[in-house]
């Protein structure tokens, strides 16, 4: 079963610093899809970034850029220029083929001015 | 273009009690996800339905139900509704299971 873990339950960072957030998975496919989720105190989920498995090369959307490591199975979100509304709860989450969405557990961000 | 709409917003309930809850897709999305999201669980995974059929389901009791109408608006049925129900449901649509999924506000139950 493919299980997503996410060691850091919460972080706080100054305004304009760069936060790296955690994220390892367990699976034994080869194709499979992976996101990162933000939820901001307004409750509304937002996809922030996606990355295909088979691409070796690291999504990136403007600030937000990931480390995907497929052999060691882990996937950290990068924050560059971090700004007040980062702050949000941010869920790193499996999916593999047209499966469930799989995900963990969470790590809230805190952005301190 | 309208995003997912969720209703109703905010819900309490007794123990006992049956409930249903309300997702409208974005027009044109197919397919309809429900998740539970609790602080101790994280968001767990209900059901998915595809053009009326549920296609996945995760590992919750039968008390928890779904269904899809034809025009991809779903609803959630809990019956015999538990302290342990008390959550913030979502329900996320997308054209089709493999991309992106679009979040609702989300409902929030408190069974009393």
């Known amino acids: 079963a493919q299980t997503v873990t996410q060691s850091q339950p919460e972080m706080s960072v100054q305004e304009a610093e760069t936060v790296t957030l955690s994220c390892t998975y367990d699976t034994s496919e080869s194709n499979y899809y992976l996101f990162w989720y933000k939820q901001p105190p307004s409750r509304q989920m937002i996809l922030v970034i996606r990355q295909e498995a088979y691409k070796q090369q690291n999504a990136t959307e403007n600030r937000f850029s990931v480390n995907f490591q497929k052999a060691a199975k882990s996937f950290s979100l990068k924050i560059s220029d971090s700004q007040l509304g980062d702050t949000a709860m941010y869920f790193c989450a499996f999916m593999y083929r047209d499966d469930k969405i799989i995900f963990g557990k969470g790590t809230r961000l805190h952005i301190l001015p | 273009k309208a995003g997912v709409t969720q209703t109703p917003r905010y819900l309490i309930k007794t123990r006992g009690q049956q409930v249903t809850l309300s997702c409208s897709p974005i027009?044109?999305?197919?397919?309809v996800s429900w998740y539970q999201q609790t602080p101790g669980q994280g968001l767990q995974f209900l059901f998915e339905y595809f053009s009326e059929t549920q296609r996945n389901k995760g590992n919750f009791p039968g008390r928890f139900s779904g269904r899809q109408f034809s025009n991809s608006r779903s609803e959630m049925n809990v019956s015999t509704l538990e302290l342990g129900d008390s959550a913030l449901y979502l329900c996320a649509s997308s054209l089709a299971a493999s991309v992106e999924q679009f979040f609702g506000p989300g409902t929030r139950l408190t069974v009393l």
């Open positions: 027009s044109g999305h197919r397919s």
